[in-house]
């Protein structure tokens, strides 16, 4: 939120950046911006919102920027009962927003691992992306553009990220969406296909130079590899260390790598599946899906995640042009053209679903409309008149568009490689001449390429320091209480005892077999338990004798107590008094 409603993307960048952080630490299953940003603004109960989302926590809270003033609000939900789990405010100068989103990301994550169980943490601070807040605002500006993904507003988005680097040379995550956005205005035609790559190039390297760890950048190299240069290996290594260095919840590339060069399909549809976890309420991530169930061949399954994309949104267009394709192969034309129509009527009958009802045309043996057709469209795409002079078995005036293609760098010249549609003129001599010159004998393996699964990480102490430890643990907890603090943290506990909080987190739970709440708590219990039964503090109240035990809420107290003894706390009293 903000005074100013043209602010919303401050707090959406925020809230963007505090996602990116918290996906770093590999033990948190964190939803990823678009399906998070379905509720913005909605009155929906936080209960519907963790089924929808398939989670057990929720991040809720406000963003308001006045002048050079910002106040961040946040909350953290137990989806499960709606329980607030902790709050906080905090009142920062603008120019301290960097320090706050790492504070506020580490604060978060510290308290779901001490509710619900280890997991490392990567707390070092994070070094300032540009000193410049100015430019800082204009990338967010940019960035809110971007995401829209549509030729007006990524024209825009242009504009914020050119300002942003004039404003600061030096801000490399400027230079990365430039770069990104150059893609993109290849692909609307907004540049031609060979100077989008090479400007996008260039603003990719201009970010590496800058901070060899910008993912975006390495990102953007890995599809310049892949679909302009057609370098199988770079392609795969600049996409390793993209996600070496925090790329999440992205699969596009990896999953046209394993379509269009292992064609593995099986591996394509694993990892769409598993951004989907994280995405559930993304269209994108659904026509993703439906995208490498189309290639497999597999169009029921196609349509069926286009029609999830759908119901998202039923203007989508994306989904309409390609679950139309899909209908045409299963022989359903009236549907197929149908769909079709209704994406064309998005865009005021023009666009490249003029190419998608040529296909379905072809399909139904249209051989003259189609022919007509490919007459009085003008091609961006040289393989669109390949696809269809191939489906009309015209080998010869296939292979004339395809050697354009070439020449001219064509994105889908990757798809020779294993596409399907290609097999009826695969065993024509020119064909194998230009696939030959496609370099695409010996790719690299894609073994390591998707992000790592966090799992066990292993032993984190040696089994002295196991022994030691624990000896000095229950020493602190018995003889110098400090669960009698309401607010002790698992890190403070850890600074207590000269131990870094993500070897108390493990020791705890993989050694005492409790997360840091329920072992504190235990103690605060045991505490409770004998203080409730002095005769001398019969003139108090339970809640106010859980306080003095270090509890610091009543339904934490109450339902920690039911939990572990079966009793509500005055039932126990009253059983256990003499």
């Known amino acids: 939120m903000s005074t100013d409603p043209e602010n919303e993307y401050f707090s959406d960048g925020i809230t963007e950046e505090i996602i990116n952080a918290l996906t770093r630490d590999q033990g948190l299953k964190v939803i990823a911006r ?27 809270g406000s963003v308001c920027k006045v002048g050079q003033r910002v106040r961040v609000t946040a909350q953290l939900i137990n989806a499960t009962d709606g329980a607030h789990l902790w709050s906080k405010n905090f009142d920062r100068q603008l120019d301290d927003i960097f320090a706050l989103q ?88 907004i540049l031609p296909n060979g100077e989008a790559h090479d400007r996008a190039r260039l603003a990719a390297k201009k970010a590496i130079s800058l901070d060899p760890a910008e993912a975006r950048a390495h990102k953007v190299m890995a599809y310049i590899h892949l679909f302009y240069d057609w370098d199988w290996d770079a392609a795969l290594r600049a996409y390793q260390t993209a996600i070496r260095h925090g790329l999440a919840n992205e699969n596009e590339f990896i999953t046209y790598y394993y379509i269009f060069i292992e064609k593995d399909y099986e591996r394509a549809i694993r990892v769409a599946r598993q951004v989907l976890e994280t995405d559930p309420l993304h269209l994108i991530t659904h026509w993703q899906l439906g995208m490498c169930y189309y290639f497999a061949g597999r169009f029921e399954e196609a349509i069926a995640a286009y029609d ?8 989508f267009g994306e989904a ?47 051989r003259e409309a189609v022919i007509e057709g490919i007459s009085q469209q003008s091609f961006t795409d040289p393989t669109e008149p390949a696809t269809l002079y191939t489906l009309l078995k015209m080998p010869k005036e296939a292979m004339h568009w395809l050697e354009k293609g070439y020449q001219e760098r064509c994105v889908m010249l990757v798809s020779l490689k294993h596409y399907w549609l290609w097999d009826p003129i695969r065993d024509d001599v020119r064909f194998q001449a230009l696939y030959a010159r496609m370099n695409f004998t010996h790719p690299a393996p894609a073994e390591a390429s998707e992000p790592a699964i966090s799992g066990d990480s292993g032993a984190l102490l040696t089994p002295a320091e196991i022994k030691r430890f ?50 504190v708590n235990g103690y605060r219990l045991a505490t409770f338990k004998l203080i409730a039964l002095e005769p001398a503090n019969q003139h108090l109240t339970l809640l106010g004798l859980a306080y003095e035990s270090g509890f610091n809420s009543k339904s934490v107290f109450n339902d920690f107590f039911k939990k572990r003894e079966g009793l509500t706390p005055g039932a126990w009293v009253k059983a256990h008094k003499v």
Do not use: C
């Open 470 to 519: 624990l000896q000095e643990l229950d020493r602190h907890m018995s003889q110098d209480r400090p669960y009698l603090d309401p607010a002790l943290s698992l890190r403070q506990l850890a600074e207590e005892l000269d131990l870094h909080p993500n070897k108390l987190s493990w020791l705890l739970n993989e050694q005492v077999g409790q997360n840091f709440n329920e072992y």
């Open 34 to 60: 678009t399906s998070s940003f379905a509720f913005k603004g909605k009155n929906i109960d936080v209960r519907e919102i963790g089924r929808q989302l398939g989670v057990t926590n929720i991040l809720e």
């Open 308 to 315: 999830h994309a759908l119901e998202l949104d039923a203007g």
């Open 102 to 189: 790492d504070e506020l990301s580490l604060l978060i994550a510290d308290r779901i691992r001490e509710e619900f169980g280890h997991f490392e943490i990567e707390d070092a601070p994070h070094a300032a992306p540009t000193r410049n807040i100015g430019a800082y605002e204009l990338l967010l500006k940019g960035s809110y553009f971007f995401k829209r993904k549509d030729y007006d507003d990524i024209r825009k988005a242009m504009g914020y990220f050119e300002a942003a680097i004039e404003a600061d040379p030096h801000y490399a995550a400027a230079h990365a969406f430039q770069a990104e956005t150059y893609l993109h205005f290849g692909g609307f035609g």
């Open 320 to 366: 309409l042009r390609w679950r139309g394709v899909s209908l045409g192969f299963l022989g359903r034309y009236e549907e197929a053209l149908v769909d079709i129509q209704r994406a064309l009527d998005l865009v005021g009958g023009r666009g490249p679903a003029t190419f998608d009802r040529l296909q379905v045309l072809a399909l139904m043996g249209e």
